[in-house]
């Protein structure tokens, strides 16, 4: 089963334009991440955020995270065609650091 | 490039039979995860290996098996192949120690692309 939502599914903006993507989750966290998956391959992590952090910055990343609607979204500033890609939140449940991932948004950028 | 590598990168396989998925973790790490993602949906997480013993399990069936071994690279087994199989298989290696349990970031391989006719 899947641990958050993410909304949008898709996303399509220009080059230039910023992407905002919301992501909501379940169960309480000590922290969210969020993930970017090219093409249907591997992961790669982008940005961790603890459960005591209300916003992290990195880069062209800004995400934040709101415990009480247990929610996270994370904004991608000066979007580039290189961001095309699927985006997930994802959060560590249990002793075995299990990440339970969302659904995604698949997030196009034009020129 | 996360230094975690997994092969083959492509297999297809039919209904019943047997498969296994190699994963060599990033330098340093001592856990492995496996994930299985079916096409358009987020990954499930299958089974994670710290030390070369099972340390959690996703909602799979017994068929699904795995190791890992002293050099902390890990197999992934899947018996008696179902349509269903057919995914993307990825593996997340970390560095995992007592007390710091979730707070480590996995390293994602390319995965292993699986069909299974």
């Known amino acids: ?111 | 490039e996360t230094g975690v590598t997994q092969s083959p990168t492509h297999l297809i396989k039919t209904r019943g039979q047997q498969v296994t998925l190699r994963c060599s973790s990033q330098s340093g790490h001592n856990t492995v995860s496996w994930y299985q993602q079916a096409l358009g949906q987020g990954p499930q997480f299958i089974f994670q290996y710290y030390r070369e013993e099972e340390n959690g399990r996703g909602n799979f069936p017994p068929r699904f098996s795995g190791l890992q071994f002293p050099n902390y690279s890990s197999e992934l087994n899947v018996n008696a192949l179902e349509l269903d199989d057919s995914a993307l298989y990825l593996c997340a290696s970390s560095l995992a120690s007592v007390g710091t349990s979730g707070q480590e970031t996995q390293y994602f391989g390319p995965g292993t692309r699986l069909l299974v006719l």
């Open chain 1, 1 to 111: 089963s899947q641990q958050g939502e993410e909304d949008p599914q898709a996303l399509s903006i220009q080059e230039g334009e910023n992407a905002t993507m919301n992501c909501s989750y379940k169960t309480s966290i000590n922290n969210l991440q969020w993930y970017r998956q090219n093409s249907g391959r591997g992961l790669v992590h982008l940005i961790l955020i603890r459960s005591n952090e209300r916003e992290k910055h990195s880069g062209r990343l800004r995400v934040t995270l709101d415990t009480s609607k247990k929610s996270s979204s994370l904004l991608i500033t000066a979007s580039r065609a290189a961001d095309t890609a699927s985006y997930f939140c994802a959060t560590p449940t249990g002793t075995a650091s299990k990440l339970t991932f969302g659904t995604g948004t698949r997030l196009q950028v034009t020129l």
